[in-house]
């Protein structure tokens, strides 16, 4: 099945209000919470997704995340980067807080220019650049595909997305690749499915079906279910806690409905940062 990036535009929705609204929809539940953005002048057209409570000595790992439809505004999938950055990971989203128009592939590679030069600097001293994940949903899932042929980037989420083209390239992906998708009635089911077969034995990938659709949980309160398992992914493939790990790939995904397959993730090794 193709589709096509005005199809992919289905999934931009619209938040109307700043600071209740995020209150309303959760700030993340996570030992790192609440979580909070902002952004800075240093990389102008991004906004960052960052905990409030980093213990002494602690760090973060960082994602890049690329919004559906690639629209530019980054609080589009809002409650679930909130839930997301609160168990203690720095997420750079393309795009501003409402704003318009569009991103594309070359602002995420902008987000990892920055942070791997300003990690461990100033504000940015408790920032592990040497382990970066870029993920997306949607239209933003493509961005991160765009990724994953650079040397900073250790892993790739697919959120309800799929390549567009040129197909074979999952047929060399080298890097562990995750497919967080939305079962049969997601509009990128069937490129989802196919990027997971196409990919060659020897590289981790795991992939989740959850019967909601396109749209996912994003909005619902913390992100609903696609927080959870974005909790549990985010300390397991970016912070290597592999008892959080044990939620994707045992009993506790499976019983909050999703259907889950996997092959190698013998070979997804993460250090305990
Ligand atoms: C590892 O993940 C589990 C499950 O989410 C969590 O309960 C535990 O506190 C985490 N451990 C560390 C060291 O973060």
New binding site residues.
């Given amino acids: 099945m193709k589709f096509s990036l005005s199809a992919l535009g289905l999934a931009a929705l619209s938040t109307a209000s700043p600071v209740l609204e995020t209150r309303q929809n959760g700030e993340g539940n996570g030992?790192f919470g609440p979580a909070h953005y902002y952004t800075n002048g240093g990389l102008n057209g991004h906004t960052f997704f960052a905990p409030r409570n980093i213990p002494q000595g602690a760090k973060l790992p960082v994602m890049v995340w690329g919004n559906g439809a690639c629209s530019a505004d980054s609080l589009g999938q809002g409650p679930f980067l909130h839930q997301l950055a609160s168990h203690?990971v720095l997420i750079i989203v393309s795009g501003t807080p409402r704003g318009g128009g569009s991103t594309n592939a070359d602002m995420m590679r902008r987000a990892i220019d920055f942070i791997t030069r300003e990690a461990g600097r100033g504000q940015w001293s408790n920032i592990d650049a040497s382990r970066i994940t870029a993920a997306g949903f949607s239209c933003g899932g493509v961005e991160a595909y765009g990724q994953i042929n650079d040397n900073r980037v250790s892993s790739i989420g697919i959120w309800s997305s799929g390549l567009l083209g040129g197909y074979d390239q999952a047929r060399n992906f080298r890097k562990p690749v995750f497919f967080f998708m939305g079962g049969p009635s997601d509009i990128a089911y069937g490129n989802g499915e196919r990027d997971y077969n196409y990919m060659p034995g020897g590289t981790p990938k795991w992939k989740g079906n959850l019967n909601v659709g396109h749209g996912g949980t994003y909005h619902e309160y913390n992100g609903g279910k696609f927080g959870t398992i974005g909790?549990?992914w985010v300390?397991w493939v970016m912070?290597g806690?592999s008892?959080?790990g044990q939620?994707l790939t045992g009993e506790g995904a499976r019983r909050d409905g999703w259907q889950v397959v996997s092959q190698d993730l013998q070979n997804l090794r993460v250090n305990?940062i």
Wanted: glycine share 10%.
């Fill in positions: 030992p203690g909790a549990r300390e912070r806690n008892t959080a939620y305990p």
